[in-house]
């Protein structure tokens, strides 16, 4: 005999383990739902979809990243700053695609310095969507050179032209913040 058939518990734990898988599905899909909301400024609709993520998935940093996205939506790109470096940035995952956000959000603050450093750290590491964002962004920084593989430098007024809505423009590629 085997443990399955001896032990009630095992069917039903095998069936909570497909459910867990499902569910992680469904987060996927309400997560992105979510951003959706958070990017068109309705961040009040999507906050029972964000607390419930961040219940669910405590480690990933999408209720957080949507609030951001809500936050710089709404011109307070400081605060989306501040939520993402003191919520975000800690967690295990998504910290490609969340490192990425904050560049956006360094740069809509007109926080350039802090901006130039993270863009350099970002461009270091492996290819990502935040390291392509990296790339596009570093030239526009005030006083930077381009990074290897980087476009042409772009004169510094230019560097106003960068919004987070404008970056944001794009969706995220699929699995950014697994």
Known sequence: MNAATTNPAMPGQRAAG?????????ARLLGE??????SAGMIEA?????RLLERLCPEHPAPVVARAVAEMGAKRPDRAVDL??????????????TRGILLVALVAAGRRDEARVLADQVLAGPDSSARRMAATLRPALAGAAPSSGAAKAVPTGAAKAVTPGAALAAPLPRGAFR
């Open 18 to 26: 497909e459910a867990w898988r499902a569910a992680r599905g469904d």
């Open 33 to 38: 739902i979510a951003m959706a909301a958070a």
């Open 46 to 50: 999507a906050e029972p979809i964000l």
């Open 84 to 97: 993402l470096q003191r919520q975000a940035i800690g967690r295990r995952q998504g910290q490609e695609a």
